[in-house]
Structure formats: structure tokens, C-alpha cells
């Protein structure tokens, strides 16, 4: 199974081997951990901030590398080889989900005083559109922001928002009008009077990641956090949907590799009936099928990058990316866990954890049924 693509350069296998290192000795060995902690450590993010991987979009006088959207898909990819999705969804959430609200809207102000602590690792940001009542329905979203003199003032509540407690930074749409669609994004602080944390939620899977609900009870902020033009904010959270996306689809396609790859090893030399697995012909040819639809899934997902890069309309593309790959991810991962038998039901394996971590890349970032509207109302 290649990790090469035809869009590759020299760079990108640079960021590749950097990357692969930084797993290899930062997260493998002590991932275990963060699974019953329910986090990623303050002290390995800030690390990989100052390692330069936490700014590969962004401006250079942010301290960030000005990189296309082809390098930030070989990162999330390079980062989705480790089997820890929750470690890898608590960075891609900061660097791919919730940041680039920043990055794209911020004024000179908001971005010096806060963008190169979010490239350094030093603030940590999540996003919270989400809420109980509205998921991939951005626009049924009920928090609301009205305009007091020289503040605004936040209500309403968030659900499902990863790095919800342990985030410094989070990027709020609020609706600010009567309008279906007439919504604004805010920068809030953690520690701003009247916003809290109102639960931690336990998952089945992404342990390591930590997932919350967030309440803004009359939470007064400066008119300088509005983040954009005013009710523009539908627009910017359709805009940034893509680049989640793709990290997604990158998250997806990295444990189909890792599932296969585990799964190969274990075959053949799994005894059973007189022999290795790697000798039952139906092994041997439903993983040859599950290796050529995740090699074309892979190529797919490196295309729609590139059409990016090339400033092109890609809604309907990655659209069908999300669906295919979050969906392809339960098929590999499902049949990998199947053909290691009772020791892919046992916990602390790596089959089992991937097999709990893929069920929501069918459903968070943009449920399957919800991408294939997407993709069917634009033809």
C-alpha cells in the first residue's frame, strides 16, 4: 500500500517523514493514557505547534508556512497513520475546523493578538456551531447575539464540540437577524463571564478527544470578537466545511491503510484450520478489494485538493468524497475486525479502537445522507 500520489513533491515527503517521527515518539507510546484521561495533553500540542505543524495555511508573519491545500492534506494524512483517531481529531479540529474561521475572517487586530498563539500550540481553539437541535442543518441553529451599545451579548447552547473543555479559543455562530440564513461568528474566551462548560459527553469512540456541551448564558463580549462582516457568518462556516472535509476524508482514508495493513500482518500468521489465514482464497481477495477501493478513494481525495489549489467550485466533489470515504472507512475496518476473530472485540487492540473510531466519520463533519443531498442538487 503506497503513501505516494501523483500530486506529491519532495516537500510533502519531508512533512511526511516529520510527521510520522513526531507520532512514532509523542503519541504511540503513551496514547493508551489518553484514552482513559479523555485528552490529549496541553504539553504535546504545544510541542507540535512549535515543531511548525500547527500553521502550514497560514500567513508567515503568524509564524505560519503559507502552504497550499495539497501540503495540509499530506499532514492530515501523515497524521491519520497513528491508530489514536482521538488524538488526531483534537489537532485537525485546531488546525483544519475551527482556526481557519480565523485565519480567513480575522482582521490585523484579531490576528495578532490571537493567531500566532494558535500556531505556536500555546491556545488551543475549537468550533462550536453544533448545537441539540441542529447539526448538519447549520441554518436551524437558535443561539442568538444582539448588539448592546459597545458589546454583544451571547444565549444559547452547543453540543458535540470537540475540544469543548479543554479549548482557550472558540469561534460561536450566532444567528444576529430574522433571516433563515443571517448569522455571525464571534471569537469567545474560555473564562468569559457566562459562558461554561456544560458537560463533558462520553463517546464510543475518539476517548482521547474531549467532547462537550457549551452554554452562553448572556455572555457579554467586545464588538471587536466579531469575527467577519455581520450575518456573514452562514457563508464563512459553508466555506470552511470543505477544508473539514477533506481532513475527514484524510482521517478515513488513513485507517482504512492502518486496518489493512494490521490485518495483512495478522492473516498470515493467524493459524487456523491446517494453515495461515493469507491461504483462504476469500481473504485473500476481499482485502485485495478493500486495498483498490481505498487506493482509488485516496486518489479521489488528492484531486479534489488539488482542484482547490486550483480555485475551483469543489462542493459537489468533496461532497461525494465525505460520503464515499465515510462510509468505505466502516466497510474496511468492519470486515479487517471481522477476519481478526475474537481479538478484534477485545479493547486495547489496535482493530478494535479503529473499529469504534470509524462509525462517526460517517456522521460527523456532514452525515452520508446529508453529503449525497449535496452532491445530487448540484447536478
Known amino acids: 500500500m503506497s503513501n505516494t500520489s501523483i500530486y506529491d513533491n519532495p516537500d510533502h515527503e519531508l512533512l511526511r517523514d516529520q510527521v510520522a ?24 500540542l504545544q510541542r507540535m505547534g512549535q515543531a511548525g505543524l500547527f500553521g502550514l495555511m497560514y500567513e508567515e508573519a503568524y509564524g505560519g508556512a503559507s502552504a497550499d491545500a495539497m501540503t495540509n492534506l499530506v ?9 489514536y483517531a ?5 489537532v485537525l479540529v485546531h488546525t483544519d475546523m475551527a482556526s481557519p474561521h480565523l485565519h480567513h475572517a480575522g482582521t490585523p487586530a484579531q490576528k495578532e493578538k490571537y493567531l500566532k498563539k494558535v500556531i505556536a500550540g500555546e491556545l488551543i481553539t475549537a468550533v462550536g456551531i453544533t448545537e441539540p437541535g441542529a447539526g448538519s442543518d447549520v441554518a436551524g ?4 447575539a444582539w448588539r448592546k451599545g459597545d458589546e454583544w451579548v451571547l444565549s444559547g447552547t452547543k453540543m458535540f464540540i470537540t475540544n469543548g473543555v479543554h479549548a482557550d479559543l472558540y469561534f460561536v455562530a450566532a444567528k444576529t437577524g430574522a433571516g433563515k440564513r443571517d448569522m455571525s461568528i464571534f471569537i469567545v474566551e474560555k473564562g468569559t463571564p457566562g459562558f461554561t462548560v456544560g458537560r463533558a459527553l462520553k463517546k464510543t469512540g475518539w476517548l482521547s478527544s474531549d467532547t462537550a456541551e457549551l452554554v452562553f448564558d448572556n455572555v457579554r463580549i467586545p464588538a471587536g470578537n466579531l469575527l467577519g462582516e455581520e450575518g456573514k457568518g452562514f457563508y464563512s462556516v459553508m466555506k ?11 482521517m478515513a482514508v488513513g485507517h482504512c491503510q492502518q486496518a489493512l495493513k494490521l490485518t495483512l ?6 493459524q487456523a484450520f491446517g494453515g495461515v489465514l493469507w491461504e483462504q482464497q476469500t481473504i485473500r481477495q476481499r482485502l485485495s478489494m478493500l486495498d483498490a477501493k481505498v487506493r482509488a478513494a485516496r486518489q479521489f481525495m488528492y484531486h479534489c485538493a488539488w482542484r482547490v489549489t486550483q480555485g475551483h467550485d469543489i462542493v459537489q466533489d468533496v461532497s461525494m468524497l465525505k460520503a464515499l470515504t465515510g462510509e468505505l472507512v466502516n466497510e474496511v475496518v468492519q470486515t479487517c475486525q471481522q477476519f481478526h476473530g ?21 456522521i460527523g463533519g456532514g452525515a452520508t445522507e446529508v453529503m449525497l443531498e449535496e452532491v445530487a442538487k448540484r447536478y
Open 21 to 44: 517521527r513526531f507520532v512514532a515518539r509523542e503519541v504511540e507510546p503513551h496514547a493508551d493514557a489518553w484514552e482513559e484521561t479523555g485528552c490529549v495533553p496541553r504539553d504535546v
Open 75 to 83: 499532514f492530515a494524512e501523515a497524521l491519520s497513520q497513528s491508530t
Open 86 to 90: 482521538g488524538f488526531i481529531i483534537t
Open 141 to 144: 441553529i437558535r443561539t442568538s
Open 240 to 250: 470552511n466545511f470543505q477544508t473539514e472535509r477533506i481532513a475527514l476524508a484524510a
Open 265 to 270: 500482518d495478522y492473516v498470515r500468521q493467524r
Open 342 to 362: 475474537g481479538m478484534g472485540y477485545i479493547r486495547e487492540t489496535a482493530i478494535e479502537r479503529l473499529w469504534r473510531d470509524a462509525r462517526v466519520l460517517a
